[in-house]
């Protein structure tokens, strides 16, 4: 085993002892969580890099070791949480493409299209379905509703809540041509 690395003196003056002595060590780290070798080698170099870069105002307090791992498990984290993002960005995407391919281009007029959303609404709790016509159709305001049927304003936010993703559910096949329809109008 190689002895330790002073740090004494700059970190340039030592950057590629560093290197050689820390790099497999942080690679064996990082591979643990990140799971595959190149993901792991970019975040190690991100790492080195970050080190390389701030070479003149580092003052590190701590071991250089502990310090390269915490920079290597926060750059995984990192890494991880932008993973956890891009994967539901992605199932999103898919989700779209597949209502896109799905979709039914059978209407022959906006009546079909009125009956379908109206088949949806009738399907609606009955509470539900009242606040959400009101709400909708007749245009009126949470406040207004809450007054009308003396049931509190969160009692109306949550049924419209409730109503949107039944709606949401239940046309989820014709969304892509709801939107469109919604946005030509």
Not at 127 to 144: A, D, H, P, T, W
Not at 160 to 175: G, T
């Amino acid at each position: 085993m190689s002895k330790p690395i002073s740090i004494e003196g700059s970190i340039q003056n030592n950057f590629d002892r560093i290197y050689v002595t820390y790099y497999s060590r942080m690679l064996r780290f990082a591979r643990e969580y990140v799971l595959f070798e190149e993901d792991a080698e970019n975040v190690v170099q991100d790492v080195f890099l970050l080190l390389w870069e701030k070479r003149e105002v580092l003052d590190i307090q701590i071991s250089l070791v502990s310090y390269l791992f915490s920079l290597v498990k926060n750059r995984s984290l990192d890494y991880l949480r932008h993973k956890v993002v891009a994967e539901e960005y992605k199932q999103e995407l898919t989700f779209k493409l597949l209502a896109l391919e799905q979709l039914n281009y059978t209407f022959t007029s906006e009546e079909d299209i009125e009956k379908v959303i109206a088949n949806a609404i009738d399907k609606l709790p009955e509470r539900c379905r009242e606040i959400f016509l009101k709400s909708r159709i007749e245009g009126m305001k949470y406040r207004e509703i809450a007054d009308e049927l003396d049931i509190s304003m969160n009692t109306v936010e949550n049924q419209m809540s409730i109503a949107l993703r039944k709606l949401r559910i239940e046309l989820k096949d014709y969304l892509p041509l709801l939107l469109f329809l919604i946005s030509v109008k």
